[in-house]
């Protein structure tokens, strides 16, 4: 310790002079004062509906009179044996299994590409960027529009190569697989950005040395970039992942679950349950299946991700 | 001819310079997949916008209208008359606005407070805090809206079922921000704050003075991920909102297009004034805007 510090130390610590001097200078008071607002607001609309919503998952409620009534477990004994729910996680997790890896691949490829000191590199970065402006409203309103069996413009781009009209979202076998390629064009502009802003921050010597070894540009990406991009590359899969596993706007707005429940997704089932039966109780249950889901999967990703990823100090 | 080869392999290579490609075409081969790329990524934009400009029973032919023979801007006088997005647009932006100045100060207090004060309960709260971070929206949804039915019943209206209060409240302060903000203050040199409380500076003028002038990158950061969360959020308007006066952006655009299903012209109006203004506000702070994005994003 130096011996300006102790003297400055000694400023801070000194005894004040009266009692209420004791008290607003009480290191416990100032911070509480400060957290207080932000904790106390954090604490209504988190900490406690976190466990109210427990505890809901265990009642019968039908959201409009306050009576609730405690029925164990006998909402998780209907989600169980309910084919809608069962099949709402299906459709979740092969979205969730195209969704990611789709993304995380797509992404990694542009940004390697928007990389390069290549002519017109803005004008590639911009048009992937701008995804961002876009809310996934508009997006599925623009999607809705493209696959319209009728007259959207995707049938007649495969009309050109020869392929029939397809029904897309009003298809139980495709609606699905349209919702992941919506996804995947709302987001790539997301997953470039973080690629792209990892990839700028590999050393540039570790090409060249790469380059002395007389590396290809191929085991170059292999061996060094891909390695480097490790920890960008987990938070990508875990961020995705959580945001996969909560899909529902889209579903919303283009087929409301349907047709014949094919794009119906666990957050959807909640949503329909609670708000449009009235059946909280069930919702609640149905949440607290998503959250464990959510945390089992986002930490089965992290301890992959421990073994494989190396940060660099 | 061998004795060449030789020579050749015995001189040193100068690794410095890259080889020199053998080039087929005369432009970069990253062109061939960069540009259909980026013709993927503006045609659901670009098709929107002539959709928007079309008479309706060019929409509906098949095969499609490319090119309409007049741009026909009457789709927008229209979708206004159909639905307020000058009022949507207000709320949103309220609502927007609102929920960014609340976390802006509130974040701050809270993330100085756990960033340099030491105060009783302060690790645990701050845990607490990070662990509700780990919990999904849909978990807290059903609680909240049932607290929010009983605010608007017991304290006020104007943050009941169906209002804008209702909207801002939840988002008010985010627990994202206040651990953003704490690490950020965290890293600022501790040496400034202690000289000016000798000089005699309260703790609010320290924050005020000192920390929060030198914290302007991440305090505009998270303004703008406050923004673009606050304005995208759909969910909890959904369930909150009744009526078409409270309606936000997203909202009023879903409601539209649940009434309008099959007008395309009409709805791709709609959905362009509802595109608008962000895209203005991509184009004109596009660098500041990567920029947030990246950064939080691999904090976050």
Known sequence: MRADEGVRLEALNAA?????????????????????????????????????????????????????????????????????????????LIYTSLFVPLSIVGGLFVAVAVNRKIHFVAFYRTAIFITLAISTISTAIMFLWLTDPTFGLVNEVLHVFGIGPQQFLSSTKEALYVIVAMDVWGWLGFTVIIYLAALQGVPQELYEAAAIDGASPWSTFRRVTFPLLGP???????????????????????????????????????????????????????????????????LVELWIGRRKVHYSS | VSEQVIVRTEEPRRFQQPPTKRRRLPFSNWHLLLF????????????????????????????????????????????????????????????SLTVVAGNLVLCSLAGYAFARVRFVGAEIVFILLLATLMVPFQVTMVPAFLIVKWLGLHVSPAIGIDSLGALILPSFVQVFGIFMLRQFFRTLPVELEEAARIDGASRLGVL????????????????????????????????????????????????????????????????????????????????????????????G
């Open chain 1, 16 to 92: 004040p002079r009266s009692r209420w001097q004791r008290i607003t200078r009480s290191e416990h008071l100032v911070g509480w004062s400060l957290a207080g607002p932000a904790v106390f607001l954090v604490a209504l609309f988190a900490i406690f509906p976190f466990f109210w919503s427990l505890v809901l998952s265990f009642q019968e409620n039908n959201l409009l009179s306050p009576k609730a009534k405690w029925v164990g477990w006998a909402n998780y004994d209907k989600l169980a044996h309910d084919p809608i729910f069962t099949a709402a996680i299906r459709h979740t």
């Open chain 1, 232 to 298: 960008a590359t987990l938070f990508l899969v875990i961020w995705l992942t959580i945001n996969a596993l909560q899909l529902f706007a889209e579903v919303y707005l283009t087929t409301r679950g349907g047709p014949l429940f094919a794009t119906t997704v666990i957050v959807y089932y909640l949503f329909h349950k609670t708000f449009e039966q009235f059946d909280a109780g069930l919702g609640a249950a149905a949440a607290w299946v998503l959250f464990t889901g959510i945390l089992a999967l986002s």
């Open chain 2, 36 to 95: 259909p790329l980026m013709f993927v990524m503006l045609f659901p934009l670009i098709w929107m916008v002539i959709t928007s400009i079309e008479l309706p029973r060019e929409a509906h032919q098949f095969p499609p209208v490319l090119i309409p023979d007049h741009v026909h801007w009457q789709n927008y006088p229209d979708a206004l008359k159909a639905a307020p997005f000058g009022r949507f647009f207000l709320n949103s932006l309220v609502v």
């Open chain 2, 208 to 299: 005020f003075k000192i920390v929060l002038p030198l914290s302007l990158p991440a305090l505009s950061t998270l303004a703008a991920l406050m923004f673009l969360f606050s304005w995208n959020d759909f969910l909890w308007p959904l369930i909150v909102i009744q009526t078409q006066q409270h309606q936000t952006v997203q909202l009023g655009l879903a409601y539209f297009q649940g009434a309008h299903v099959t007008e395309w012209t009409l709805l791709m109006a709609g959905n362009v004034m509802s595109l608008l203004p962000m895209l203005l506000v991509f184009f004109l702070a596009q660098r500041y805007f990567v920029r947030s994005v990246a950064t939080t994003g691999l904090k």
